[in-house]
């Protein structure tokens, strides 16, 4: 894929890449106060863009919806072979029962088999949280179980 | 008595800061620059206006020269180094362009007029100069940071503004009445010193940002207001304008100390350059405007014109559609803190007539007015004119 990086004087960085196919653009500026501007071309004069200013968390939560489905999907392609043995991405909601505690207290593998193998936050991807992991709002958590195993894992995360 | 006039000077300065932050609340509220309205406030407080002003001329002559300082370094913080050299390598048959598009009416009006050499040098720089700020904010309040047409808007902006670091220099020079080898003399000091400071930036940057940079705010602010006016008044000793100083002090901050500075200066530089508003607005003899109105408005429509022209040139060779050439064209139109820089150092040198400074404010008032306005509607107008062209098509 290729980005095309530009500099804008003064304001920031631009980059954004080209949609197959439908003679759009996406990409981000990159705003030298900190703020980052989602930016998409608009159908209709493609060299307009409409911009979305996005704060620092706003940024990080889209990064996590965008990359958290990829790592499920490449996870899930990884044990197709074992039977019985599935991926799910589940969300850290504001207020859930474990915002703010530790990943050891949900006795997730003891409770339910399955176990929390990655977690997405801030767009970045945390492989092998260990039991002192604390959770915040908005982290995506990858688990992989059985399929009981991850309706437990569900009910866990939502109820305590 | 003494203890009569501080009090009295207090009231004033605290009458006409009140005055100016209500007259910005306003400005924010239709969303226009707040400079045309600081220009209007101090025409009505100034010589031969409603209310005259007089114990707190000393402190706002001062305030100005700080205020035009701060102004330019904040303008050199915005740019590192290698935008300013690659904007310019990318831009310059676009900055000329401009150059001879828009300084060319200053200097025709200026002759017409009768100010001679003096004058035409500075009409020009007056037209020729869009506002970066206005403009800036223009951009990001339309939306149109990620569009095509934008890095070719901004890079005709860098260089305008590297174009200001040569002119200024000249213009002191040329008010200061110098011959002519002293005003070569001038140029070449400030060019010898623009290539310093950018070569300096380039390879050592981060040294001049170490030596102002603090972790503490109260220190770094000291520090950096010290430097800006210690280098400002070497360069003014030197006949380099003390502008151009603060402008390369600014381009040679770099990175994180740049982005620090630029928010512990933001209040400052808004309040000082406020009061460079005013006080030129002060010295203008609102009754000096009627005469030179007509000009200033035939003035106002042609760089109007030529502003828009090379904007539609500049997309036009980066292969922009007809919207972004006319998105680019309007978006130079505005003009604002820098013409009035200009105009500023002109009168503040006695060596332009008085209708100068009227035809000037007028000027502005108008391009101020005319540059955000003609930015947001000739989108929608185009648009409605080529539906309607397809209709009757």
Known sequence: MNVEVTRLPGIGVRKDFPIKGLRRRIGVIDHKDGTIYLIVSKADNPEATDQIPLSATEAAVLANL?????????????????????????????????????????????????????IMRGGAVIPSPGPDFTFAAADLLVIVGTTEGLDAAARILTNG | MVANTTALALIQLGAVLFGLGLLGRIAARIGMSPIPLYLLGGLLFGNGGLVELHHVDEFIHLASEIGVILLLLLLGLEYNAAELVTGMR??????????????????????????????????????????????????????????????????????????MAGYLPVLTAVLAGVSLLAGLQTLGVALLALTVVLVVALRFGRYVSALVASADNEIFLLKLLGCALLVAGVASSVQVSAAVGAFLLGIAISDSTAENATKILEPLRDLFAALFFVLFGLTTDPASIPPVLGWACLLAVVTTATKVGTGWWAAKRAGASRYGRVRAGTALVAHGEFSIVIAGLAVASGAVPIEFAALATTYVLLMAIVGPVAARVVEPILVWSDRRGVREA
């Open chain 1, 66 to 118: 965008l990359g958290a489905p990829q790592l499920v999907a490449q996870l899930r392609e990884e044990h197709r072979e074992l039977d019985g043995v599935n991926t799910r991405q589940f969300s850290i909601l504001e207020g859930s029962p474990y915002d703010g505690r530790r990943l050891g207290e949900t006795e997730m593998r003891t409770r339910t088999k399955a176990s929390i193998v990655a």
């Open chain 2, 90 to 163: 990318r831009s310059w048959p676009a900055g000329l362009v401009d150059i001879f598009l828009n300084a060319t009416p200053g200097v025709l009006v200026a002759l017409a007029l009768g100010w001679g050499f003096t004058g035409a040098v500075t009409m020009a720089g007056v037209t020729y100069i869009s506002s970066s700020g206005i403009v800036a904010k223009l951009l990001d309040e339309l939306g149109r940071l990620g569009n095509r047409e934008t890095p070719v808007i901004l890079s005709i902006l860098v260089f305008e503004d590297l174009v």
